[in-house]
């Protein structure tokens, strides 16, 4: 196996034991950038003298004594909406082209205090708006198990480079599923954290109530092993929780037996692709043979997450977004002759369609007149989803769904219709309107593309989501290698 495909943990052990180098790594993870980047398009900026750097530097420190975590050395991608000291942060967005921040996201600084090396910044939908990833002013990334279909979104640069070998491990941000839909498309493990767990200090926010940043890796075991360098406190965040964390990676023991998991009827029960339904259904008996119980559960409120979640998701994302005015930051407009032009201008030029297109129906969302019709009983319908979850986790260790509804589509298939790209996120959004931790992995192939399955947990236990991911993953046979990784 070529070290781009190895797992953070195995890479871990031979850095840890000094068969192999950080240098070499990062080398290695370079040429396979070059090799296939161009098909791929997984980054918008790449970072190779950076890499290089910080891996030559945790060489030294490794070869001083000093004692390193199991991040250390390993390449990792860092979406484009979050904030780094010095490198151009876009967010995907023609606004922000060659925007260099001054500052690090907490997460950003957690990884370089961990010793990651930055390949560099991924790829996503402009502003995170999006569940392809053909949303972005840089160009659209592609799915490496086959690079006419696309890679989700909107974290989808992020999926897109663990699953060809661009980097060992990635970060993302999930609003309504944008880690989650782009792993299962990818074939890769993608965490959205309890909201409040990581901090969101850094990251341009998209919807804030909802936002959250995770990893995407090639197992669980990674999964956990990053969660662990980037939860906890920060001062810098009033949303982020003060509760400590647990090491997540040390409880994947494969052991369920007993545990009692839900099978969501609104999530399965109709809308469902054919190779889809049956993955899932071949995933619960993996469940059932690990010695759980596996039930069908009722959330009504549910089936209403969608329209909830674009109004709420919308509404924030007008409000966060006024700040892109032309005047302190991003691109101006060349042309106008007042400062009401200026603002117009600079927007109608920097700002996409879909961004755009949200940003007006927030806006009409949260004006007088519509702000209790709409935006306030979205608010009143999300309490509702969430007290559904609460009573089912009365019964149930944790839920669970395929995490899209279909394998990836092709380019271009979705781009006029918004409301079908929309309904991509149907499995994924009720997570997030109820502030829950939720992980898709992959459970099987259907057009020989990837089918992912989603475990959700209740707040604050992703240890144990990560355990029964872990228990599944140890039983299931693997979906093999992209195309783009088979070189052909």
Same mark, same amino acid.
């Given at each position: ?22 240098? /070499? ?15 791929? !398009? ?34 990792m991608g860092i979406k484009d909406n979050m904030s780094t000291t010095g490198t151009q942060t876009t967010c995907a967005s023609s ?88 792993? !299962? ?13 990581? !901090? ?28 662990n360098a980037i939860c906890g406190p920060d001062e810098m965040d009033n949303t982020c929780l003060p509760n400590s964390v647990p ?55 549910? &089936? ?29 407009? /060349? ?126 236990? /992703?240890?144990?989501?990560? &355990? ?8 299931? /046979? ?11």
């Amino acid at each position: 196996m070529e070290l781009h495909q190895r797992t953070a943990h195995e890479l871990g052990d031979l850095l840890a034991n000094k068969e192999l180098s950080s240098a /070499e790594l990062t080398a290695s993870v370079l040429a396979r950038v070059a090799e296939v980047e161009e098909q791929v !398009s997984s980054y918008i900026t790449l970072t190779p003298e950076l890499a290089m750097e910080q891996a030559r530097a945790v060489d030294q420190a490794r070869a001083d004594g000093k004692e390193l975590g199991p991040l250390a050395g390993i390449p990792m991608g860092i979406k484009d909406n979050m904030s780094t000291t010095g490198t151009q942060t876009t967010c995907a967005s023609s606004i922000l082209k060659g925007y260099k921040p001054v500052y690090d996201a907490t997460v950003v600084s957690r990884l370089r205090d961990a010793g990651g090396v930055f390949i560099g910044k991924t790829n996503l939908d402009e502003f995170a708006f999006g569940s392809s990833t053909e949303n972005s002013a840089f160009g659209a990334s592609k799915n490496p198990w086959d690079t006419e279909r696309v890679p989700g979104g909107s974290s989808g640069g992020s999926a897109a480079c663990v699953a060809a070998g661009e980097a060992v491990i990635a970060v993302g941000s999930d609003t309504g599923g944008s880690i989650r839909q782009p792993a !299962s498309l990818c074939g890769v493990v993608g965490v959205k954290p309890t909201y409040g767990r990581v !901090s969101r200090y850094g990251l341009v926010a998209f919807a804030s109530s909802l936002d959250q940043i995770g990893p995407l890796a090639r197992d669980v075991k990674d999964a956990a092993i990053m969660m662990n360098a980037i939860c906890g406190p920060d001062e810098m965040d009033n949303t982020c929780l003060p509760n400590s964390v647990p090491d997540m990676a040390a409880d994947l023991t494969g052991d369920i037996s007993g545990m009692k998991i839900g099978i969501v009827k609104e999530l399965t029960s109709e809308g469902l692709e054919a190779g889809v339904e049956e993955s899932f259904n071949n995933a619960v008996k993996v469940f059932e043979d690990a010695g759980a119980v596996c039930e069908v559960v009722s959330l009504p409120s549910v &089936k209403y997450s969608l329209p909830v979640y674009y109004l709420i998701a919308s509404s924030e994302a007008s409000s966060n977004l006024s700040r892109f005015d032309a005047v302190r930051y991003g691109v101006r407009a /060349e042309k106008y002759e007042n400062i009401l032009e200026m603002y117009t201008n600079s927007r109608g030029e920097g700002f996409g369609a879909e961004t755009k297109r949200r940003v007006m129906l927030g806006t009409y969302a949260l004006s007088a007149g519509y702000y209790d019709a709409y935006y306030g009983k979205a608010l009143k319908v999300r309490t509702l989803i969430r007290r559904d979850f609460d009573a089912a986790f009365t019964k149930y260790d944790a839920l669970i769904s395929p995490t899209s509804p279909c394998v990836a589509f092709k380019m271009g298939e979705k781009t006029e219709d918004p409301l079908q790209m929309y309904l991509s996120d149907v499995c994924t959004v009720p997570a997030n309107l109820a502030g829950l931790p939720a992980v898709s992995l992959p459970c099987g192939l259907s057009e020989g593309m990837p089918v992912g399955l989603q475990v959700i947990a209740p707040a604050l236990e /992703e240890s144990r989501m990560l &355990k029964i991911a872990d228990a599944f993953e140890r039983r299931f /046979e693997g979906i093999g290698v992209p195309t783009v990784a088979e070189g052909v």
